[in-house]
T-cell receptor, first 111, second 116 residues
Framework: EDQVTQSPEALRLQEGESSSLNCSYT??????LFWYRQDPGKGPEFLFT???AGEEKEKERLKATLTKKESFLHITAPKPEDSATYLC????????????FGKGTLLTVNP | DTEVTQTPKHLVMGMTNKKSLKCEQH?????MYWYKQKAKKPPELMFV???????INESVPSRFSPECPNSSLLNLHLHALQPEDSALYLC???????????????FGPGTRLTVL
């Protein structure tokens, strides 16, 4: 059974204090790992798709990396507007459609 | 443009009511999805339509009835719901469900449903 585990469950940072969120996965034949940002009461907003170990993608203050066992979402010099829940999801070789989601990391950035 | 729209934003209904949720995308995507999300939980897949045909039903109770009238529209018809069905209902779409292609799912803003 595919499993995705995110840590920590919650993270509080001061503005400008860089950190990383972790997503470890046990998936049969990984076909893609996805990062989403979700604000309260809203739908997940797509951030990155990673396909193979060693791949890195960046967008503004965010950088996502992928190894054979885990992915990191690095946040550099975060701002209060980066506060949100960050969801990691994986697609395995067993399905064209299904995503296995982690439980998310709630990030709070204090000014 | 990666926009998926959903209406209404909020819906309150009684257990005997019949209502519908609507989802629309104009990105030419051929797969569309319904998810249910409870507070502080990740989204749970309910249904998948691929090329306007139902491909996946995750053992969802029959009080939820999906419909895909065309490649841009997805509806979810609701009837005789229970209070525990109160949740955020999310629609998503992706470009191509073909084997060998890993496509990204784009989510709409959701409909907040409250069943009284």
């Amino acid at each position: 059974e595919d499993q995705v585990t995110q840590s920590p469950e919650a993270l509080r940072l001061q503005e400008g204090e860089s950190s990383s969120l972790n997503c470890s996965y046990t998936v049969s034949g990984l076909r893609g790992l996805f990062w989403y940002r979700q604000d309260p009461g809203k739908g997940p907003e797509f951030l990155f798709t990673l396909y193979s170990a060693g791949e890195e993608k960046e967008k503004e203050r965010l950088k996502a990396t992928l190894t054979k066992k885990e992915s990191f979402l690095h946040i550099t010099a975060p701002k209060p507007e980066d506060s949100a829940t960050y969801l990691c999801a994986c697609k395995s070789g067993g399905s064209n459609y299904k995503l296995t989601f982690g439980k998310g990391t709630l990030l709070t950035v204090n000014p | 443009d990666t926009e998926v729209t959903q209406t209404p934003k909020h819906l309150v209904m009684g257990m005997t009511n019949k209502k519908s949720l609507k989802c629309e995308q104009h990105m030419g995507h051929r797969a569309m999805y319904w998810y249910k999300q409870k507070a502080k939980k990740p989204p749970e897949l309910m249904f998948v339509y691929s090329y306007e045909k139902l491909s996946i039903n995750e053992s969802v109770p029959s009080r939820f009835s999906p419909e895909c009238p065309n490649s841009s529209l997805l509806n979810l018809h609701l009837h005789a719901l229970q209070p525990e069905d109160s949740a955020l209902y999310l629609c998503a779409s992706s470009q191509s469900p073909s084997a060998g292609i890993t496509d990204t799912q784009y989510f709409g803003p959701g409909t907040r449903l409250t069943v009284l």
